[in-house]
């Protein structure tokens, strides 16, 4: 055998050992032992090259910091992915998610992998304009009243979580036993409420078309005469009553609710009986996404079990996953214990939002 054939074959075979090595290596993740020949077929080479990748790039409004240090963890246990592995995450307002996603795109250069917005209508029209990458994740079959809801599209994007804008009081500084959006009016001085601006926020406009469909417009127009601050963070929100500066909020999140009251504030918060707006935080990959295969693995963790467990225990979300007990019914009851309103986000044109906002400015000023 000449040297340069002994070479020849002795890189063949370390090739394969590493190969095999690496296998391996792979099969050991949680993800693949549990999973079908089938299953495991698909996710290892997915798992090798996400590696390779060596991080992913999540954008969203509610995750905060201590729920992504969660997530990071039993992500990177369950896929066997190395320490160095980075899942690099920015917590911004639903507005600027959007901005941001239309600058990357525009400007033909996406750095973000995956994104999870409230904003559905616009997700739509992404998926209309081609800037969604194909992928159905095995974990999407869990939610079908999801997909019946016209909040998850299979083979494109699912929700792995939904939260809502609801009446919410401090008990130290308001006693307040209402069950109605109505019984908010008058339920304080003016200018001591709080509005979600929904000339700035796709997802305080989202609930205010939802709401607009089971109360009268003259409702609005008694809310605005209160006098009300228009907040967009849903922490700011919540701050401001628990130091009493307000003392409601018409567009109190659940999920502050639970974090505030986690430190020892007393905030309640009502599910109306004319129903709530789901806002079901959609998330998919972008098509142009620089970390393809970890986005993957990233989507399909946040929609499993596990990754529902970690969001509703910690973010308080309402999961819309199939026969999920909620670790916090009273903060993110069953989906199939509330009265929601439906939306056709997946029909609803930019006119038809441009109009719902120039209406609510109408009505509560700019």
Do not use: C
């Not at 590696?51 to 969203?60: A, L, P, R, T």
């Not at 009493?244 to 109306?272: C, H, I, V």
């Not at 906002?357 to 000023?365: H, L, N, S």
Request: charged residues 20%; aromatic residues 10%; proline residues 5%.
């Amino acid at each position: 055998m000449t040297m340069q054939r002994y070479l020849a074959v002795g890189m063949a075979a370390f090739s394969l050992a590493a190969g095999s090595a690496s296998q391996a290596f792979a099969q050991t993740a949680p993800a693949l032992e549990r999973a079908s020949p089938q299953e495991r077929a698909r996710l290892a080479p997915v798992i090798e090259a996400a590696k390779q990748e060596g991080s992913v790039s999540y954008w969203d409004a509610v995750i905060q910091p201590h729920t992504k240090d969660a997530l990071t963890a039993a992500f990177l246990k369950r896929y066997g992915l190395p320490a160095t592995f980075r899942v690099n995450h920015t917590l911004a307002g639903t507005a600027t998610v959007i901005t941001r996603v239309e600058q990357e795109i525009k400007a033909g250069q996406v750095r973000i992998d995956v994104v999870g917005s409230a904003g559905t209508a616009w997700v739509y029209g992404l998926l209309r304009a081609g800037h969604i990458l194909p992928y159905d994740s095995p974990e999407l079959v869990h939610y079908p009243r999801m997909v019946e809801a016209g909040v998850a599209e299979p083979g494109y994007f699912g929700v792995n979580g939904s939260y809502l804008l609801v009446p919410m009081w401090s008990e130290e500084h308001l006693k307040f036993a209402g069950r109605s959006w109505k019984d908010v009016l008058g339920a304080v001085p003016n200018g001591r409420i709080s509005v979600g601006d929904s000339s700035k926020s796709a997802t305080y406009l989202a609930t205010h078309i939802g709401l607009s469909s089971v109360l009268e417009a003259d409702f609005f127009r008694k809310l605005a005469a209160m006098k009300p601050s228009f907040l967009v963070r849903s922490e700011q929100i919540a701050g401001r009553l628990v130091t009493g500066e307000d003392l409601m909020s018409f567009s109190g999140m659940p999920t502050r609710a639970f974090q505030y009251n986690q430190k020892g504030a007393k905030l309640k918060f009502l599910l109306p009986e004319e129903g709530v707006v789901l806002l079901a935080q959609a998330m998919f990959i972008l098509k142009a996404a620089p970390h393809p295969n970890a986005a993957k693995l990233w989507v399909d963790f946040l929609l499993s079990e596990e990754g529902q467990r970690i969001l509703a225990g910690s973010e308080a979300l309402v999961s819309g996953r199939s026969g999920f007990a909620s670790p916090l019914p009273d903060y993110a009851p069953n989906i199939d214990a509330m009265k929601v309103i439906k939306i056709d986000w997946k029909g609803m044109s930019d006119s038809e939002l441009k109009k719902a906002r120039d209406g609510w400015i109408a009505v509560f000023g700019n």
